[in-house]
């Protein structure tokens, strides 16, 4: 295990794959940790320096009280890339992750190559949407979360035939830091790129599981209209957390990507 401090928090992060390849940083969603790009993330080691760290208030990295923004997440990479001496990186987010991807593209052009956005948007969800889901953690704690994220997190189909699994990733929904979890809460709430993503200059590549409901297809269809040049691609049999359900096909999208932009 390895930890940084980025300034207001220390981070939990890993690094694979050799220093003088392009570095490759994933970014996870709400409620989850590193661990979700588990069957990705070995598959890149060869061809990239592979970066996965737990966002703030989630994994093992610490939690400073609420409420954050898109602004403090992209920071928290921003100092962590900066720590281990990597200057420029492609950046690969899911959901909230994809947000702060695109914080990062927009605050910090010239240290994002490219970017992955994975099952999220422009905008996610409303202002409404967000109060209500802060007002039921903050009554109820996040064990009335955890059935209902699996619902979206994974396909009817993976959570019956996954069971055990599915149960154990119930497990990391609990196992996120209360303040953590609201102050991720607060970022989504108060983050909308609708006007700034045409500003959004790198290569970039939507993807998005065919039965996400968390954040639909149309969402990221949307999303890379506002892109300029953007591409998008729907992952088959997935939900929202395609990293999880369908990571072989993730990564030969992504990689198909990487080719026709020269990143490998």
């Not at 900066?82 to 492609?90: Q, S």
């Not at 593209?105 to 409404?128: H, N, S």
């Not at 994220?149 to 396909?155: K, Q």
């Not at 996954?162 to 497990?171: I, L, P, Q, S, T």
């Amino acid at each position: 295990m390895a930890f940084l401090n980025v300034g207001d928090c220390v981070l939990h992060y890993l690094a694979e794959g050799s220093a003088d390849k392009p570095a490759l940083v994933f970014s996870n969603s709400l409620g989850s940790d590193l661990r979700i790009w588990d069957a990705m993330a070995p598959q890149f080691a060869k061809d990239f320096r592979v970066i996965r760290y737990d966002q703030r208030g989630h994994g093992l990295s610490e939690a400073p009280p609420p409420p954050y923004s898109a602004g403090d997440l992209a920071r928290d990479v921003m100092d962590l890339l900066g720590r281990l001496g990597i200057k420029e990186a492609v950046v690969c987010g899911l959901s909230v992750g994809g947000v702060i991807a695109q914080q990062l593209a927009i605050a910090y052009p010239d240290r994002v190559r490219a970017l992955i956005l994975c099952d999220t948007g422009a905008r996610i969800g409303t202002v409404a949407s967000w109060e209500e889901r802060i007002a039921t953690v903050t009554a109820h704690g996040l064990g009335v979360l955890a059935a209902p994220s699996m619902e979206r997190w994974f396909t009817a189909d993976s959570r019956r035939r996954c069971n055990d699994e599915v149960r154990g990733y119930a497990n990391m929904v609990l196992r996120t830091s209360v303040d953590g979890y609201l102050g991720t809460c607060c970022a989504l709430r108060d983050a909308d790129f609708t006007q700034d993503a045409i500003r959004i200059s790198q290569p970039t590549l939507v993807l998005c599981g065919e039965q996400d409901v968390a954040t639909p297809p149309e969402l990221g269809k949307e999303l890379a209209r506002l892109i300029p040049r953007a591409q998008f691609a729907l992952i088959q049999q997935a939900a929202h957390l395609i990293c999880i359900e369908q990571p072989d096909a993730v990564v030969d999208r992504m990689m198909q990507f990487f080719r026709e932009v020269h990143i490998v």
